[in-house]
């Protein structure tokens, strides 16, 4: 779930621009699973939490409902708002990805959906697995970092210098460094040649998902 957005994406050195996302629905849980994915996961224990879940969240399931009746001219329109004179022509819909939202009791309420990344681990920290929607890169590294801290937490002092190294911020309080902050940002924007337009030789090509 987000809010509409435009988004450059570079894939096989072709330059997209991407603008949604639009709900969509599957049962499967994976592009490639099954069909029976979302039928076979509902159990005795688990069926009054999905319920709870659906009666919790009315008119987010509406919302869902609409999205998924839209028709590509109505996607254009929301689009238009981005980009007027926007040509249904120029335009291709694709499916761009899915996710599983996670649905879980909790002990003030049952059937919470979660829309983030949620880690999990063991007591011992032997194992530990993601639940929810995959983390992007906005929260990837967090995410490790927390997967990190809950299965080899003796060896946490031994590898900070390591994780500064790799991470300048960690560790730091950027609300009170704002000259970090300036300096991660220049490097960051250095290393993703923010301030280049498209490289030679790459095209365009514009999809709505």
């Known amino acids: 779930m987000s809010v509409p957005h435009l988004d450059t994406r570079v894939i096989d050195n072709k330059a997209s621009l991407f603008f949604g996302p639009f709900a969509g629905f599957s049962p499967k849980f994976l592009k490639s699973g099954s069909m029976f994915d979302l039928i076979t996961s509902v159990k005795p224990h688990n069926l009054t939490t999905m319920i709870a879940a659906g009666l919790n969240n009315l008119s987010l399931t509406t919302y869902l409902i609409k999205q998924l009746m839209l028709s590509k001219e109505q996607r254009m329109e929301a689009l238009r ?16 990805g899915q996710r599983v939202q996670i649905i879980k009791d909790t002990p003030t309420r049952k059937g919470v959906l979660q829309f983030g990344t949620e880690v999990i681990s063991s007591a011992d920290g032997s194992i ?21 801290k809950r299965c080899f937490p003796q ?36 290393t993703l040649g923010l301030s280049s337009d498209i490289p030679p030789g790459q095209t365009a090509r514009r999809t709505v998902s």
């Open 81 to 96: 708002e981005f980009i007027p004179n926007a040509k249904s022509e120029d335009w291709e819909l694709v499916i761009a």
């Open 155 to 190: 060896q946490m002092n031994a590898w900070e210098s390591k994780l500064k190294e790799m991470i300048p911020s960690y560790g730091e309080a950027l609300l009170d460094n704002p000259g970090l902050i300036e300096e991660i940002h220049a490097s960051t924007s250095r």
């Open 128 to 148: 530990a697995a993601l639940l929810g929607a995959s983390p992007g890169a906005s929260t990837a590294v967090s995410v490790m970092l927390e997967v990190i």
